[in-house]
């Protein structure tokens, strides 16, 4: 269980279908491959802020705001001209952008950056551009815009935005971070991350060293430079070159970091911006990866309730309390530890802990593939087929049915160890933190504490540190929060919307991960009705 951290969302109902997505019925980029959470920023001089900020505590400083005028030597990248071409799906045009790799040094070379829209469908003269991110980070936004949002988001806003996105850099094609072949994957996704005695604690860090080590001998320069505060600036270029005076926005997960990230940096710039599954940026790594490990143990408890109800539950029956399932699901996880099942994989893989973990964490993003998860934990269970679970964790991982896995993994680990210091730089630091995790979540904590610590043997030293973000000056920003949502907690969208000088909080009472075009009429019309007239929700507006 190699977690990355944050995420794309699935919708439950939609105006179009939903085409199904490459990974299988779970659409859900998870956690941090390192740093299981939310990342904060900066890079060069300009973006920097001084935190006095404890491991696990929260930061003080703000994002301080750039300059409102664009400097002369980013003059040539604001005005240039994208060509437009198809992408070879009807609709949908594509482009290269050209960004400096280092906005410190802008003469020092380019990065190309790959974009996509879709044009409005109305007749009238549209608002402008609506870009949108799902997330991850590595998650591709041009999947997502091409895949969901260009054809699936409510017909009245895609009617009236042309439907932008743009892979950030080191992102899917975006000169991607790569760094293991597929068979080394493979075996990254099997290593034990409940280590049992010191050998395998060895092995653990092994694997950590290695895959830190082949990210960086693939382009160790792109490495030191796929920030989101980086991620943020290439977005305001894209703004500009778009032709809108601000920037029009969705972004779900870690998109609500990228976001809210644009907003501290361009307060003036802020258009029409929507940050669903929020993130803090104003808490380390280590506060990050516990409040998601108590997300995470909020979700499965209330999966536990549900399953119990059914009669294919394997983990109990009515009347079996939710403590109860944590242990039956705990000890099927030691008996994989021991004895790995087999799957009908082609290449010999067999579901041990880590992938059966995994696969199960991978459900937790999204009520409806509860179904999906009793059906593998029983097929596992009582006839010792692990397929079921093996395609749950594929689809976490991005791993196609050929073997392939896409670079999400990659640039999740590269972005997240640029933009945090490591949750834990030893071996030594992660057991003593254990009971802290494990009364957090009985089930996960373990395993989600271990998984915190490959930023530590990263090749390239983080440039950010956790800050809050204020935007002030900026037209009203709407952050959604979800009440029992397991990877983005409710109170981060809390605590970033009082941290924005115009955040206006939106609340989802309900299960899942992001709330808009997931089923809640009443967020969906809050949030269409602020993109359509500008006019932002209610303060204290809640729906169910």
């Known amino acids: 269980m190699h977690l990355r951290r944050i995420l794309r969302p699935t919708a439950r109902t939609t105006e179009t279908p939903r085409p199904r997505p490459r990974r299988g019925r779970v659409a859900v980029p998870l956690l941090a491959a390192a740093a299981l959470l939310a990342s904060a920023c900066s890079s060069g001089s300009t973006t920097s802020a001084t935190t006095t900020t404890a491991a696990d505590g929260a930061a003080e400083a703000a994002l301080a705001a750039l300059p409102h005028r664009t400097p002369s030597a980013l003059t040539s990248y604001y005005t240039q001209r994208l060509t437009w071409r198809s992408c070879g799906v009807p609709g949908f045009q594509c482009a290269t952008m050209k960004a400096p790799l280092d906005y410190d040094k802008p003469g020092a070379g380019d990065v190309r950056l790959a974009v996509a829209r879709k044009k409005a469908t109305g007749k009238g003269k549209p608002i402008g551009s609506l870009l949108v991110n799902p997330g991850g980070p590595g998650g591709s936004a041009i999947a997502y815009l091409q895949q969901y949002a260009g054809i699936g988001y409510p017909s009245q806003v895609r009617s009236r935005y042309d439907m932008v996105a743009m ?139 549900d399953c119990v109800r059914h009669s294919d539950c394997p983990l109990g029956h009515r009347g079996t309390t939710p403590a109860q399932v944590g242990d039956n699901l705990k000890a099927f996880f030691r008996k994989l530890d021991a004895h790995p099942v087999p799957t009908g994989d082609a290449g010999g893989r067999k579901l041990g802990e880590a992938l059966a973990t995994t696969g199960v964490i991978a459900a937790m993003y999204d009520q409806e593939a509860w179904p999906q998860l009793r059906a593998a934990l029983a097929s596992a269970m009582k006839n010792k087929d692990g397929a079921g679970l093996l395609a749950l964790s594929d689809s976490y991982y991005e791993r196609d049915a050929a073997g392939h896995y896409t670079n999400l993994m990659y640039a999740n680990a590269a972005v997240n160890c640029l933009d945090l210091p490591a949750a834990f730089a030893t071996p030594d630091q992660v057991e003593k933190a254990l009971p802290t995790f494990e009364k957090a979540s009985p089930v996960f904590g373990e395993g989600l504490a271990w998984a915190s610590l490959n930023c530590a043997y990263w090749p390239v030293k983080p440039t950010g540190e956790p800050h809050r973000i204020q935007a002030g000056g900026s037209a009203p920003i709407v952050v959604v929060g ?63």
């Open 167 to 305: 892979d950030p850099r080191g992102v899917a094609r975006s000169e991607p971070v790569e760094c293991l072949s597929a068979r080394q994957m493979d075996a990254y996704t099997q290593t034990d991350v409940t280590p049992d005695d010191r050998k395998e604690t060895n092995a653990l860090v092994k694997e950590y060293r290695k895959f830190a080590e082949g990210c960086g001998a693939h382009d160790s320069r792109l490495l030191r430079h796929v920030s989101t505060v980086e991620a943020a600036r290439d977005m305001d270029i894209l703004r500009a070159v778009l032709g809108d005076r601000k920037l029009n926005y969705v972004g779900a997960s870690y998109g609500t970091f990228l976001g809210a990230t644009y907003a501290g940096l361009f307060p003036a710039r802020v258009g029409r911006v929507v940050l669903d599954g929020a993130m803090d940026p104003s808490l380390s790594a280590r506060r990050m990866n516990l409040d998601q490990t108590a997300g995470f143990e909020t979700a499965f408890q209330a999966f536990a309730r």
């Open 482 to 544: 979800t009440t029992r949502d397991p990877a983005t907690p409710y109170r981060w969208a809390q605590s970033l919307a009082g941290q924005l000088s115009s955040g206006r909080l939106l609340t989802y009472v309900g299960d899942g991960h992001t709330a808009y075009t997931r089923g809640s009429a009443c967020i969906d019309s809050a949030i269409n009705t602020y993109l359509l007239r500008g006019t932002p929700p209610a303060a204290g507006k809640r729906c169910t």
